[in-house]
């Protein structure tokens, strides 16, 4: 249990470290987009180590139950919720979405405002609903995201940023709760 809640919580803290370096490279005038994009795959890339090395402990140890479990599927979910972002920016830059303003939040006129916040919340979500074994909740989460952005799906590069960012963000948090999952089997 110790070993699994060990990494879980160094993948947070890891995520925590790239959001404040992300933030300083992104205030930066004289960074580039792809000094910005070679830490988000830095960080994508610690939290993918970190997940498998869970994973792999998860699956290799006796399954774990009560309160040991609890703690092992909460911290799983806050995981998920909080280690994303970095892994959704890289899928949406392979996709060719511009990704370096956070989500263009600071642009009134931008596509999809706000999805950084609609990603932590999705993740935790999916995560937390995996994880009670109610694979319905993925549909209702992805209705209610779904029909909340309906009217700004029409504005370039829009729906391309919903898709792109919904699967991903949904495959994250998938992963993180199959290491909650697998503790306990």
Do not use: C, Y
Not at 114 to 135: D, Q
């Amino acid at each position: 249990m110790i070993a699994i809640l060990t990494l879980l919580v160094l993948a947070v803290v890891a995520a925590a470290g790239a959001s404040l370096v992300r933030g300083r490279l992104v205030d930066d005038p004289d960074r580039t987009d792809a000094a910005v994009l070679r830490a988000d795959a830095l960080a994508a890339a610690v939290s993918v180590v970190l997940l498998a090395s869970a994973a792999l402990v998860a699956a290799t140890t006796d399954p774990m139950s009560g309160a040991a479990l609890v703690a092992v599927q909460i911290a799983a979910v806050i995981a998920a919720a909080t280690t994303g972002s970095s892994a959704v920016r890289i899928v949406l830059a392979l996709g060719g979405i511009p990704t370096r303003a956070d989500n263009h939040d600071d642009e009134p006129d931008a596509p999809l405002r706000g999805g950084r916040v609609i990603g932590v919340l999705e993740r935790t979500a999916v995560a937390v609903s995996l994880l009670l074994a109610w694979p319905a909740g993925l549909g209702i989460i992805l209705a209610v995201k779904s029909l909340a952005r309906f009217s700004e799906l029409r504005a370039p590069h829009a729906s391309e940023q919903f898709i792109l960012g919904t699967f991903a963000s949904v495959l994250w948090a998938a992963s993180f709760a199959g290491v909650g999952w697998l503790a306990g089997m």
